[in-house]
């Protein structure tokens, strides 16, 4: 199932991004035990240049070392974690965020890596920033799969992007999208945080309607 969702964002990402995705020079063959140590290394020494200095002046640093990761061990757990981190780091450190640089991050990695072991951190993460930053129609297309996922499968077990694609329908107007959302995570979520807004929602549209 998370192979599948996985997918399918890829798929949806890709539709509202103009850029095409460029997978990184893997670098010459080495073994990933050597790749694992020699990714450690890099991070102990961007550790050490930057644990002194203020966070934005850290920025370049930790780039440069992400990228170097990424592009030299490839097969460690440690350019993966790279991927997400430069991900976050275009979406919190920069201002304006820089949204597009992060779109491509996350395509490239999910071009990249067919068992995503950062996949979930990816996709909350961006996920958020589109939420947090009302990105509606960004947010509604990237949340389509998991809750086109959700509703073929009939297992919710995660309420956190039927809640996501449920409150960009709200707040896109397509109220009667929403209204089925709502109703889901009421029915399946019942005394969660999500289920306290989802019935405020709710409550809401019923007293537009009444007021027509």
């Given at each position: ?44 020494e ?44 275009n979406l ?13 991050l ?69 109220y ?5 959302g ?31």
């Amino acid at each position: 199932m998370r192979k599948h969702i996985f997918l399918l964002v890829l798929v949806s990402i890709m539709l509202f991004s103009c850029k095409a995705a460029t997978v990184r020079n893997a670098g010459p063959p080495m073994a990933v035990q050597e790749q694992e140590e020699k990714a450690m290394e890099k991070f102990r020494e961007m550790l050490d240049k930057s644990k002194e200095l203020r966070r934005e002046d850290t920025v370049p640093i930790v780039t440069a070392g992400y990228d170097e990761v990424i592009d030299k061990y490839p097969d460690s757990f440690l350019a993966e974690e790279s991927y997400y981190r430069l991900m976050v780091l275009n979406l919190r450190d920069y201002y304006p965020p820089r949204e597009e640089e992060a779109e491509r991050l996350y395509r490239e990695y999910f071009q990249k890596y067919r068992k995503p072991r950062m996949g979930m951190a990816m996709n909350g993460d961006l996920a958020r920033y589109y939420y947090d930053n009302n990105r509606w129609e960004k947010l509604a297309l990237f949340a389509t799969p998991f809750m086109r996922e959700y509703i073929k499968s009939g297992k919710y077990g995660d309420t956190v992007f039927i809640f996501f694609y449920t409150e960009a329908k709200f707040f896109l107007k397509d109220y009667e999208e929403a209204r089925k959302g709502y109703q889901i995570i009421m029915e399946n979520f019942k005394g969660s945080g999500n289920a306290r807004i989802a019935e405020q929602r709710l409550k809401y549209m019923e007293s537009m309607q009444n007021n027509k």
